[in-house]
């Protein structure tokens, strides 16, 4: 047989519990470990430096991203932040305008108490990007598609870029999963999760991961996270190791409906402009297809203003309103005041993230319902504020 696929790997992976052949990874809930040698140590000694739950994870986190050397973290931003400690005093890194508001964080106000500085850039413009390497530039970071405005970064153009001047690239590959895109196989040094969302997907656990297939970086990113102590416990583990078994169908379903809705949107008369890879019409599409497998089930679309995003919130009935996104539950968003609320104003309108802008991930809800509901709220969005312009 030959290699097998990403979604057979979610189920099967390499994990063979040996004494008595359970389906399930145990959760094994020691934070210690009885050593039979008192000149040879096993495997595991304290579970910071490691456990058996998490360490199947973890070798199924290498596998799907074709890594030699996986990392699961406390969240998302415990890996981020601890994949930023590569870096040393005196360093400098390049992020995109329109990264995630945490990663802003991060960047903007810890890592300069390390005298570590940074650069943003245009991402979707790679020349932009070159154009922002310092002699002392570490590591160019990419978020594609990024959050929320779904910009496309053309991932060869930057590995080249970066090879060229001697920087590491890390990619924050949450949207789209091991599934739809692999950047280690493009060339990219360390992929980023976010495992609260896809990954997960059922809005139970908050986790990370970091995969390398860097055996260099993989020690040094192992070394970092048993000092720092930011591990993810056994039981979210397990959690996470049941929703991956249904990522592929999960994802699937999702970007199905996701690509209607995107459609739907578009033509809608009140919808100003939607921003998804999945169209014709989306800038960077045709980069996208040509290092992604598929679409996402991650939308984001503009209404003429807050009073027009504020009616047409409040009028759902299917999405939840929340932070978040990649949950068998819909999950609509607003940027300015949820994931993008790190940032000035002034800097959150210079990146596209205005005062209209929603951020809609699509869950496993059929998608004739959520076209209804979302038709239904743009009307009555639509009526009342032509009613108070009138008034």
Do not use: W
Request: charged residues 20%; contains cysteine.
């Amino acid at each position: 047989m030959g290699e097998q696929r990403a979604e057979t790997t979610c189920i099967r992976g390499s994990h063979k519990e040996q004494q008595t052949g359970a389906v399930n990874v145990p959760i094994y809930l020691s934070s210690t470990y009885h050593q039979e040698s008192f000149d040879d140590f096993g495997p595991f000694d304290y579970s910071r430096s490691g456990n058996p739950t998490r360490e199947a994870l973890e070798k199924k986190a290498a596998e799907l991203e074709g890594g030699t050397h996986a990392l699961a973290f406390s969240s998302g931003m415990a890996a981020i932040s601890s994949a930023f400690m590569l870096l040393s005093a005196g360093d400098h890194v390049i992020v995109p305008e329109d990264v995630y508001g945490g990663t802003y964080r991060f960047v903007t106000e810890i890592l300069p108490k390390f005298q570590i500085s940074h650069s943003f850039a245009d991402f979707t413009d790679h020349r932009a990007v070159e154009a922002a390497i310092q002699p002392n530039t570490k590591v160019i970071y990419m978020e594609t598609p990024s959050n929320p405005c779904l910009k496309v970064t053309d991932i060869r153009m930057i590995v080249q870029i970066a090879k060229q001047h001697d920087c590491l690239t890390f990619l924050d590959n949450t949207f789209l999963t091991p599934l739809y895109q692999q950047p280690l196989a493009l060339g990219v040094d360390v992929a980023i999760h976010s495992a609260t969302k896809f990954l997960s997907g059922h809005s139970d656990i908050i986790a990370g991961l970091l995969v390398t297939k860097n055996s260099n970086l993989g020690e040094r990113l192992g070394f970092i996270q048993n000092t720092f102590g930011a591990i993810l416990g056994a039981q979210d583990s397990y959690l996470l190791l049941q929703g991956i078994k249904t990522l592929g169908t999960r994802l699937r379903q999702s970007t199905e409906s996701a690509e209607r809705i995107a459609s739907y949107l578009q033509g809608h008369p009140l919808v100003e402009e939607v921003f998804y890879p999945g169209l014709p019409s989306h800038n960077g599409h045709e980069i996208h297809t040509g290092q992604a497998r598929g679409n996402g089930a991650v939308l984001s679309f503009v209404l003429p203003s807050r009073e027009h995003a504020k009616i047409f919130v409040e009028q759902l009935q299917i999405p939840i309103f929340a932070v978040s996104l990649g949950a068998v539950e819909s999950i609509l968003s607003y940027p300015a005041a949820m994931s993008h609320a790190a940032l000035p104003e002034a800097e959150r309108l210079k990146r596209g993230i205005s005062d209209g802008l929603l951020r809609l991930s699509v869950g496993l809800e059929h998608a004739e319902d959520l076209l209804a509901d979302l038709q239904q709220a743009l009307q009555a969005a639509t009526i009342e504020t032509a009613e108070t312009a009138k008034n």
